[in-house]
């Protein structure tokens, strides 16, 4: 059983920018793919991003593509650096571990373990 924890979210004008993190309870670093979801209010979990086992190959929504980077910093943390940020960028951001195949690391059913969320809200 994997615990992640997330952290760093918060309240950011809108072209703001913010650092999430993600902390496991052991090494996630060549055992799982680890992404990031979010939700807003009244609407479905989305995928945001995904970092493959090795870490070397990088997934993102067309929505935050250029604006979002997902990265490791160490073998049980990951980040997500967040950059001109907007309005629609409002939601709950979770943290997620599992063992997706490529191209599938976009289906939340995928992943094992999840945080509990951190709520990142832009508004002006």
């Known amino acids: 059983q994997v615990s992640l924890e997330e952290s760093g979210g918060g309240l950011v004008q809108p072209g703001g920018s913010l650092r999430l993190s993600c902390s496991a309870s052991?090494?996630?670093?060549?055992?799982?793919?680890m992404a990031w979801f979010r939700q807003a209010p009244g609407k479905e979990r989305e995928f945001v991003a995904a970092?493959?086992?090795?870490?070397?190959?990088t997934t993102y929504a067309d929505s935050v593509k250029g604006r979002f980077t997902i990265s490791r910093g160490s073998a049980d943390t990951v980040y997500l650096q967040m950059n001109s940020l907007n309005v629609e960028d409002t939601a709950v951001y979770y943290c997620a571990a599992g063992t997706p195949i490529t191209g599938a690391v976009n289906n939340p059913d995928l992943y094992y373990y999840w945080g509990q969320g951190t709520q990142v809200t832009v508004s002006s």
């Open positions: 052991e090494r996630t670093s060549g055992r799982y793919v």
């Open positions: 970092l493959r086992r090795n870490g070397g190959h």
